[in-house]
Structure formats: structure tokens, C-alpha cells
């Protein structure tokens, strides 16, 4: 599942900060989000709550949160593509028989299931041989 976590890490992963709940708006991001900005004497982390100083805005991040959560399905299923893909390789090494058609069919299906499908909410799986 996305989280703000997920984006603030797409938009820039190396950034370090503290984060308070789900921020669902402007204020609230505002409010509870503070990036470390150096180290104290204590080597402790110094925090900025000011918005001048965050690495992008609310509408960045919620736009970037958005595109992430409209993604997921197809990234999920083409985890789960690939997975069923792995299942097989050994059917394509070079110490084994050649693999037969039912099985080049099969992997070319798992292959081109992203073409006619966008989530395993809806995903018909080919038959494995």
C-alpha cells in the first residue's frame, strides 16, 4: 500500500525527516512535517518546520502520492507477472530440453498480460502446461 512515506522518497530520496501522522491537506502537512536541516553539537538532528526549507510543496507531494496510488495495480501485477515468469526459467536453460510450444505460449502470455490487463483485480492468468 502507497503511503506519504512512498512519495516523499520518489521525490527526493535523500532526504531526511519527520513526519507526523497523514497529513491529508496543506495545513496539516505544514504542520506536522519537519526536514532535518544539519547536526547539533549533541549530534543530534535539527529540525525546520518551515515550508522554505521542505525539499517540495504539498501540491508536489500530493500530486506524486497520487500518480504512485494510480500505479500500484499495474506495478502489483506485474510483480506477480514476473513472479509467475521466475516459476519457469528453468524450462529455458541451457542444460535442459528445448522448451516445448505449449510452454514458449504460456511465458509470451505472462509476458503481454500488462497489454490487455492493469490490476490483478480483473487479471485472467493463461493455463501453465
Do not use: C, H
Not at 30 to 52: Q, R
Not at 58 to 82: G, I, M, N, S
Not at 118 to 125: E, N, P
Amino acid at each position: 500500500m502507497i503511503d506519504l512515506d512512498d512519495a516523499i522518497r520518489a521525490l527526493s530520496p535523500s532526504t531526511q525527516y519527520r513526519i507526523v501522522g497523514e497529513p491529508t491537506n496543506e495545513t496539516e502537512f505544514n504542520a506536522n512535517f519537519a526536514v532535518v536541516t544539519g547536526i547539533d553539537k549533541e549530534n543530534s538532528a535539527i529540525l525546520s518546520t518551515s515550508p522554505e526549507d521542505f525539499p517540495f510543496t504539498w501540491l508536489q507531494l500530493k500530486t506524486k502520492y497520487d500518480e504512485l496510488v494510480a500505479a500500484e495495480p499495474l506495478r502489483l501485477l506485474r510483480k506477480e507477472r514476473d513472479a509467475r515468469i521466475a516459476e519457469t526459467d528453468y524450462w529455458s536453460l541451457s542444460d535442459t530440453t528445448d522448451m516445448t510450444s505449449d510452454q514458449t505460449t504460456y511465458r509470451q502470455a505472462l509476458r503481454d498480460i500488462t497489454k490487455t490487463y492493469q490490476s490483478l483485480d480483473d487479471v485472467v492468468w493463461p493455463t501453465k502446461p
